[in-house]
């Protein structure tokens, strides 16, 4: 499976947009990009996710380079309720596993008040 | 519109007990899925259903076992508890598995085996 790389951990500041990084140099074309987040003592939960073009939904938006070795998901504005670890995959069309989510480590982002 | 409910929320097992983990959604999804997710380990995927009657396993099967006999509800079983098994439990769902899809989770079981 490709391989994606996050930062440990980011910091932010209520109501200031966050911009949350993902590396996945390796990435095939039929790769799709998710992002999920799971606050504390929580269930993962669905942000976002694209394939070439960037989206938007009301949780986020998603920027796909146009290379597409990297990738970065935007808060517009942080709320407390938006402290989590956030996790990038990749889910590939091709295979018998692309019904499987593999989670990294994600990066934990703290919002101050 | 409940989504994904998982019961219980909390176990405490003796070693060498059964017992059922319960999923049900209320999304007409056709895939659903069990992962565990243990510190330092992210989630691991432990078996996973594409539709009413077909099951299959995922990567860390071994003393689990699923059926799928509506489309709703997808329990897991433990046949003899170990404490290894020690674990939060999450049942997830999806329209179908395509990528295209994002994966909607319970808020977990998280069960003791003593």
């Known amino acids: 499976d490709a391989k994606t790389t996050q930062p440990n951990s980011m910091e932010s500041n209520e109501e200031e947009p966050v911009h949350l990084p993902c590396n996945h140099s390796?990435?095939?074309?039929?790769?799709?990009i998710h992002w999920y987040r799971q606050l504390p003592s929580q269930g993962p939960e669905y942000v976002i996710h694209g394939l070439t073009s960037n989206v938007n939904n009301r949780m986020a938006s998603l920027a796909i380079a146009e290379d597409r070795k990297s990738s970065t998901l935007i808060l517009h504005r942080a709320t407390l309720r938006d402290a989590a670890v956030y996790y990038c995959i990749l889910r590939s069309t091709d295979g018998g596993s692309n019904y499987k989510l593999t989670f990294g480590k994600g990066t934990l982002l703290t919002v101050n008040p | 519109n409940a989504g994904v409910t998982q019961t219980p929320k909390f176990q405490v097992l003796k070693t060498g007990q059964s017992m059922t983990l319960q999923c049900a959604q209320d999304m007409n999804h056709e895939y659903m899925s069990w992962y565990r997710q243990d510190p330092g380990m992210g989630l691991r995927l432990i078996h996973y259903s594409v539709g009413a009657g077909i099951t299959d396993q995922g990567e860390v099967p071994n003393g689990y076992n699923v059926s799928r006999s509506t489309t709703e509800d997808f329990p897991l079983r433990l046949l003899s508890a170990a404490p290894s098994q020690t674990s939060v439990y999450f049942c997830?769902?999806?329209?179908?598995?395509?990528?295209?899809?994002?994966?909607?989770f319970g808020s977990g079981t998280r069960l003791t085996v003593v």
């Open positions: 997830a769902s999806s329209v179908s598995r395509s990528p295209n899809y994002g994966y909607t």
């Open positions: 390796t990435i095939s074309g039929t790769d799709y």
